[in-house]
């Protein structure tokens, strides 16, 4: 496979100064070099992307790469400079990122952000709804995941987890 790849991102390099001005082209090859482990060019041709078009989805694509070689500050950064009031997907992922650290309350302050860009997001709803369980307020949680329900009925995530939050709240009648 690892020749596969040589070949591959070989190919690409000889077309860098056809395509080269495409930000789709530097993301392919960013991608190629993300699957082989070469953060540092991966990140140049991510960058590269971004330099090209200020769309979100290349700052979003590096902040990607960053998290998965472990760069959880840069990961961070990068999305903060996204404007997270106005982009959900990088307060989200802020979120997400507070919430692996186990910060619960940087987890809740980025997914209100989120929800107040866009109140109706699924992620940030379950999140909340985790967060709200995890501080054992089970009703809070069901507001949350009744709202992510509506959004998505048959998701098995969103219903599994109601499930628990109603086992929480009958637990905590019950033992009164």
């Known amino acids: 496979m690892e020749t596969w790849l040589d ?39 991510r960058e590269k992307a971004i330099e090209l ?11 990607s790469t960053l998290k998965l070689f472990g760069q959880t500050n840069e990961f961070k950064q990068t999305l903060i400079e996204c404007n997270i009031v106005n982009d959900e997907v990088s307060s ?5 990122s507070e919430m692996e650290a186990r910060n ?13 860009s866009d109140c109706l997001n699924s992620g940030a709803r379950m999140l909340m709804g985790a967060i709200s369980l995890i501080e054992r307020d089970p009703q809070e949680a069901i507001r949350h995941y009744k ?7 048959l998701s098995a995530p969103v219903l599994v987890n109601m499930a628990f939050a109603y086992c929480q709240l009958c637990l905590l009648y019950t033992s009164d």
């Open 104 to 116: 619960l309350e940087g987890a809740r302050e980025y997914a209100s952000i989120c929800l107040s």
């Open 147 to 153: 709202v992510a329900q509506d959004l998505q009925p």
């Open 7 to 45: 070949d591959e991102i070989f190919e690409l390099e000889a077309k860098k100064e056809r395509f080269g001005g495409s930000p789709i082209f530097h993301t392919h090859l960013a991608n190629m070099y993300e699957f082989k482990s070469d953060i540092v060019k991966s990140l140049h041709h």
């Open 92 to 96: 989200l992922g802020l979120a997400l």
């Open 53 to 63: 078009s200020q769309n979100l989805v290349f700052k979003h694509n590096k902040a």
